[in-house]
């Protein structure tokens, strides 16, 4: 099945009566528009996450509308990562934790993945990467699968709170006591606060800190849009902890956590958490979902389960276009990484981050 290379705005004609069309989401907002509505819409597939991947990275967006002849329409929002360490691929998308093609039941889900592969193939990369779908390839074993945790939030403030562990409830009295002050702000001072913690803590988990100015652009671009919020807990003035929360259409993610290890003992983690949660119940939000964790990370498993989390599979699918096969097999229980970065200086673990992420995704 053959798929024409494609301008921005220009229909091609699908075998089944099927038409592609490729949208810009860096111009206008047609993209958003055509999704807003869709049922299984996250903050990823906003074009502010594709705004925020170009800024940053240079990625070039390949956001792609199938239409069938009933009118019906299916979308991938697909990002291209071109890099000469790592290769050239396309994904969907870089940095999400789950944002795959965004459904009809009208439109044939094969006739939309041959047609991604022709595509792939067309645009020499080497590997197509779909994270998450609702409707999976067929034949395809996943490439690797995660958990994940959703917190349901319509239910009343009282009622969430006594879900809550035993060992929550208590550290969020305990950070009570404490005297701790929140904010909950979106302006580019927080996000500045935000990411000192952010760099101690990746450093303290041996990975470099995404570059400052991925959150500088995620500030801009979905902050101060109204698509998510910093949650600093302070002491004396001080920012000791901090959370990420994006939201888009009554579904939030917590994206990035952050704390100072010289003040856990107040339980500044919670303390962050909970108003978080709070914010986004007042805010008209139906779940909060915490992020995809490795498989075997039981402790970081356990903390999203204290907080009535429900759990959920996250499976990643890549196509090796090369080889034209789906591949599998490549389970691991955690995300492994060099522990060099745990023992560079802040500063240079920062370059680091500037250096490498550029090729990741």
């Not at 490439?143 to 562990?165: A, K, M, N, T, W």
């Not at 490549?330 to 240079?348: K, M, R, V």
Request: aromatic fraction near 10%; proline fraction near 5%; hydrophobic fraction near 35%.
């Amino acid at each position: 099945m053959a798929v024409q290379h494609l301008s921005i705005g220009l229909l091609s004609r699908l075998p089944n009566g099927v038409s592609l069309e490729r949208i810009d989401p860096l111009s206008g907002d047609r993209w958003d528009k055509d999704i807003i509505n869709h049922p299984n819409l996250t903050i990823f597939h906003r074009s502010a996450w594709a705004r925020v991947l170009n800024e940053t990275y240079g990625h070039q967006p390949y956001y792609l509308k199938f239409i069938s002849s009933e009118g019906s329409q299916t979308w991938v929002p697909l990002m291209e990562v071109d890099s000469r360490l790592t290769g050239r691929r396309g994904v969907c998308l870089p940095f999400a934790d789950f944002a795959g093609p965004l459904w009809s039941s009208a439109v044939d889900p094969e006739s939309v993945y041959q047609s991604l592969q022709q595509f792939a193939k067309e645009q020499k990369w080497k590997r197509l990467d779909i994270r998450h779908t609702e409707v999976s390839p067929h034949g395809a074993q996943p490439f690797i699968s995660y958990d994940g945790h959703v917190l349901d939030l319509r239910q009343r403030e009282d009622e969430l709170e006594r879900r809550l562990d035993t060992a929550v409830r208590r550290a969020i009295r305990k950070a009570a006591r404490a005297g701790l002050e929140i904010s909950i702000k979106t302006d580019a001072e927080s996000t500045a606060a935000f990411y000192q913690l952010h760099c101690q803590t990746r450093r303290r988990h041996g990975l470099p800190p995404q570059p400052f100015r991925f959150f500088s652009s995620i500030q801009r671009n979905l902050l101060s849009q109204g698509l998510g919020e910093i949650v600093l807990a302070t002491l004396h003035g001080k920012p000791i902890a901090g959370a990420v929360f994006l939201r888009s259409a009554g579904r939030a993610i917590y994206k990035f956590g952050a704390s100072d290890p010289a003040h856990w003992e107040t339980r500044p983690n919670q303390w962050v958490m909970w108003h978080g949660i709070k914010h986004l119940i007042a805010n008209g939000c139906s779940e909060l979902h915490f992020g995809r964790t490795s498989r075997g990370d039981e402790g970081l498993s356990r903390f999203k389960r204290s907080w009535g989390c429900e759990s959920s599979e996250l499976n990643y699918f890549r196509h090796d276009i090369r080889r034209n096969c789906w591949l599998s097999g490549a389970q691991s229980n955690s995300e492994s990484h060099p522990l060099l970065f745990g023992w560079l200086p802040l500063a240079l673990n920062r370059i680091a981050g500037q250096l490498i992420y550029p090729h990741l995704d």
